[in-house]
């Protein structure tokens, strides 16, 4: 089989936008749209566009400005949301509409109230009013999660008849384990009337930190379009990470799975979001944390300076990293400081480093990190012979 094209949909501007105090303004919503066009993405969904003027405003600017992607607008299963949503995307060179409702048991009894025919009836018109303004229509079946798998199939089916393109399949709650949600798609993918002229789609929250291998067990099981956030940004616990997803399918070549997204760009695009959405990202977030390829106990720095591949499973630069870092930490060993010093312009013979070690860890002990200066102050003090 050859190898599959996963379609990354980027919904920072939507589900990661929901994060309270991450609110972006049009301005900045146009330039992250602009960095996600970059970066490669297929599908970016701007905004829910009936839920504010402003956010009608971003969409309507978003699929105006956007050449190559996709422009995606979210909606309930109401009508004026659809009617909003498909005004805002008017100018979009490649319009979706994206319309859905709940459809656990919890959803559909608790928060809609209906019967699980009511609401199967509502989905199709839904997908069906879509249908009428824009041809590229994603269903998505809330808390599809929890969903028993033989409704879900049904409602599946019933939104590819009325017009569907893509069906996303949400776990709302983050709440599936990796084998559990694989299996859901690979159900839909055996049970949707229909699916062959369809992309089945992962939507997974964070919520008990599987978001990444529950899309990535999706992904194996047939769904052909990954929804994910720059940096994981989302609800609660967050969505998918993009840069995780894809630098998982990249590193795994044998899955056959491929994007179209420039990994090279993806500390600028999170270093961007980050500073826009003023949320800082954690120092040991996979791929884009600060820590993401510093070194700092000394087995470590000893391997990665005989060779990077001991202790890295990435170049630092195929994610837009000059280099890994040497941090110079009371754990680092002789080796990564003759490494730092000889970088400085200092080479020195065994005792003189010896000397130079002994002071170091001095400093190292009172600071958390040794830093240049701190060298070249311990090297002229302790007056140590300079051989280059
Ligand atoms: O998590 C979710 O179910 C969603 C839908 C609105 C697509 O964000
Ligand atoms: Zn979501």
């Not at 909003?84 to 559909?108: C, F, M, N, Q, W």
């Not at 994603?138 to 599809?144: G, K, L, P, R, S």
Request: aromatic fraction near 6%; hydrophobic fraction near 40%; proline fraction near 3%.
């Amino acid at each position: 089989m050859s190898a599959q094209k996963i379609q990354i949909f980027d919904t920072t501007l939507r589900d990661g936008e929901q994060v309270p105090g991450c609110k972006l303004n049009k301005e900045e919503k146009l330039v992250i749209a602009r960095q996600l066009e970059e970066l490669g993405v297929d599908v970016i969904e701007a905004g829910f566009p009936v839920s504010s003027p402003g956010d009608f405003d971003a969409v309507r600017a978003i699929a105006r400005q956007t050449k190559q992607a996709t422009v995606c607008g979210l909606s309930r299963a109401v009508e004026e949301d659809i009617r909003v949503a498909a005004e805002a995307l008017k100018e979009a060179r490649y319009p979706r509409l994206h319309t859905g409702i709940g459809t656990s048991e919890s959803h559909v009894k608790y928060k809609l109230r209906l019967t699980q025919e009511q609401v199967l009836e509502r989905a199709v018109q839904a997908v069906k009013l879509a249908k009428s303004f824009v041809e590229d229509v994603e269903f998505y079946a809330e808390d599809a999660g929890r969903t028993d798998n033989e409704f879900l199939a049904r409602i599946c089916s019933a939104a590819v008849k009325a017009g569907a393109t893509v069906l996303n399949i949400p776990d709302t709650t983050g709440y599936c384990l990796p084998q559990e949600y694989g299996a859901k798609i690979k159900y839909l993918y055996e049970h949707v009337e229909g699916i062959e002229n369809v992309c089945l789609s992962t939507h997974c929250h964070n919520d008990l930190g599987l978001a990444t291998a529950n899309s990535i067990a999706g992904a194996i099981n047939g769904a052909r379009q990954i929804e994910c956030t720059i940096n994981g940004v989302g609800e609660r616990a967050g969505n998918t990470a993009l840069e995780e997803v894809v630098m998982i399918m990249r590193q795994h070549p044998y899955l056959d799975l491929y994007t179209s997204v420039n990994s090279r760009l993806l500390t600028e695009t999170s270093t961007l979001v980050s500073h826009m959405m003023r949320m800082p990202v954690q120092p040991n977030k996979a791929i884009v944390g600060a820590n993401a390829f510093s070194h700092s106990s000394g087995i470590h720095q000893d391997g990665v300076i005989k060779n990077r591949s001991t202790y890295e499973i990435i170049d630092p630069k195929e994610v837009g990293v000059d280099s890994s870092s040497i941090v110079l930490t009371a754990r680092s060993g002789r080796a990564a400081l003759a490494y730092r010093l000889q970088k400085l312009g200092y080479t020195l013979e065994k005792e003189m480093l010896d000397i130079a070690y002994t002071s170091f860890l001095a400093v190292a002990d009172v600071k958390k990190e040794v830093l240049d200066h701190d060298l070249h102050q311990l090297v002229e003090e302790k007056k140590l012979v300079m051989a280059s």
